[in-house]
């Protein structure tokens, strides 16, 4: 009994010492409230990629997703705490690996994103960035087939990376 009474108090004395603790790492300081604008695709623009319909919804459904389920903040829709706005820059195919046959083994779905994000209650904290990841699948799979695996491994990676760059103090 005596041991896990002092055991309480040590590790009480550590968590306060170290302040307000966020086991995903989110410092979101002042801020009470983040905005997410809608990520428009303008994949196009960037020779080699597609359009692909529904990807900047479902981004931007992401990545707000990220910061709500990290931190305690309050989605809003005007006058945020952090803004986060941006497009999608990249949306490509490309072989990655050939075969003996001199055909694809491989393909990779690459994505970009470049992210303006203001946080209006710390200043120098402000950044724009791009933020890209890629997804390999095999070359006789239709992208259809491993859209929705690919998708969640993209969104995943990059939103993490973006509430990293904005968020996370370690």
């Not at 309480?8 to 790492?25: D, E, H, K, R, W």
């Not at 979101?28 to 809608?38: C, D, I, M, P, R």
């Not at 491993?146 to 993209?154: D, I, N, S």
Request: overall charge negative.
């Amino acid at each position: 009994m005596k041991l896990r009474i002092s055991f309480t108090i040590i590790l009480a004395t550590l968590l306060s010492s170290c302040g307000i603790y966020n086991f995903t790492g989110g410092n979101v300081g002042t801020a009470q409230t983040y905005q997410v604008n809608f990520f428009d695709n303008l994949a196009t623009q960037s020779p080699g990629s597609v359009i692909e319909p529904g990807l900047d919804r479902d981004f931007t459904i992401a990545l707000q997703d990220m910061i709500q389920n990290q931190t305690s903040l309050k989605l809003s829709s005007d006058n945020a705490d952090l803004i986060y706005e941006g497009e999608i820059t990249e949306y490509r195919i490309a072989p990655m690996s050939a075969t003996a046959n001199m055909t694809a083994a491989q393909n990779r779905l690459s994505m970009s994103v470049n992210v303006r994000f203001t946080n209006t209650t710390k200043e120098d904290a402000d950044f724009e960035r791009r933020f890209s990841f890629f997804f390999d699948y095999p070359a006789d799979a239709l992208l259809n087939s491993v859209k929705t695996e690919a998708h969640q491994a993209l969104f995943e990676r990059i939103t993490q990376d973006i509430f990293n760059a904005s968020l996370a103090d370690w």
